[in-house]
């Protein structure tokens, strides 16, 4: 899909290659859009099908279908409300779908008798508001969930998190409190802290709308070097710029359906919706 993009990106942007060492993404296997028409079997990481959600009255999903495979990297866009934070969150079922099934990996992850925590520690969730624990410094926020989830031992997730710190450069806080961070180094952190439990994919939502605009550049530099890493990434976004560049494709929310969806170049070069081409008028 993306995968002559990328690498024109990488030749014009060289990446600061301090960040993240896994396998380059141009390596890995992937599905292209022509395989998936073809009705080729594809790698599918998560399976959306038929996703509805209602609050009270209120229909936000009405039907969502899509498939995310291993290493693709969606962004969500659409205006307030739309259900993107919804859509997001009923992938690991902190909302839980009226209708329709999720299969992670294989298992329908709505299918009450799966032990969804076990299914959450594969994916790794980021939010606006960085949700650290403001009594823990930011080590011990970042071994936390290893340690208490038997995933490693306190060893183990020590030298785990030593090696996520001096990934993002920000060894040297390792025994600050949150609180003495500014907010870019929080989101940072969060995000390692989600990635110490070495999940399959990682959910964004709106990761820097809360962000000073100076802040908002390192913590879209780590994600495009965790999605060059070959992280599978579904990420809700308003930084149109990072989508268009970092992105496999796009999704366009809209009446609770995915309204449209391309290669971010045609996305946004050529959006066909009417309600895309509003949208995009007016973020653009
Ligand atoms: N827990 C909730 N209870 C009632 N309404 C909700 C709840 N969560 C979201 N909504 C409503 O659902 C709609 C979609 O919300 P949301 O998914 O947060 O939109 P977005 O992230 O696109 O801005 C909004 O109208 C919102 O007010
Ligand atoms: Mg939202």
Redo the contacts with the bound molecule.
């Keep these: 899909m993306k995968e002559n993009n990328k690498k024109g990106n990488a030749k014009a942007a060289p990446e600061a290659k301090t960040e993240v060492s896994a396998e380059k993404k141009e390596d890995q296997p992937k599905n292209n859009s022509r395989e998936k028409i073809a009705g080729t079997k594809s790698e599918a990481l998560i399976v959306v099908s038929d996703l509805c959600?209602n609050?009270?009255d209120?229909k936000?999903?009405r039907g969502i279908n899509t498939e995310i495979d291993k290493g693709e990297v969606v962004a969500i866009i659409?205006?307030?409300?739309?259900?993107?934070?919804?859509?997001?969150?009923s992938l690991n079922l902190l909302?839980v779908p009226d209708r329709g099934t999720i299969r992670f990996e294989g298992t329908d992850i709505t299918d009450k008798s799966v032990d969804i925590n076990k299914m959450r520690e594969k994916m790794g969730m980021v939010f606006q508001q960085f949700n650290l624990f403001p009594n823990l410094t930011i080590k011990k926020n970042i071994m936390l969930a290893p340690t208490k989830l038997g995933k490693m031992t306190k060893e183990e997730a020590s030298a785990k998190a030593d090696e996520l710190l001096k990934r993002i450069g920000l060894s040297d806080k390792a025994n600050a409190y949150p609180d003495s961070l500014s907010g870019g180094q929080k989101q940072r952190v969060a995000i390692i802290r989600a990635l110490a439990m070495n999940p399959d994919v990682m959910l964004f939502?709106?990761p820097t709308s809360a962000l000073d605009p100076e802040m908002v550049g390192e913590v879209l530099s780590l994600m495009k070097n965790l999605a060059d890493s070959g992280m599978t990434m579904v990420i809700?976004t308003h930084e149109m710029g990072f989508a268009r560049e970092v992105a496999d494709r796009v999704l366009f929310?809209n009446d609770g359906v995915i309204a449209e969806e391309n290669t971010p170049e045609e996305f946004f070069a050529n959006p066909v919706n009417p309600r895309l081409k509003d949208f995009l008028s007016k973020v653009l």
């Design positions: 959600k609050f009270g209120h936000v999903l659409g205006p307030s409300g739309c259900g993107k934070s919804t859509f997001l969150r909302e939502d709106e809700v929310i």
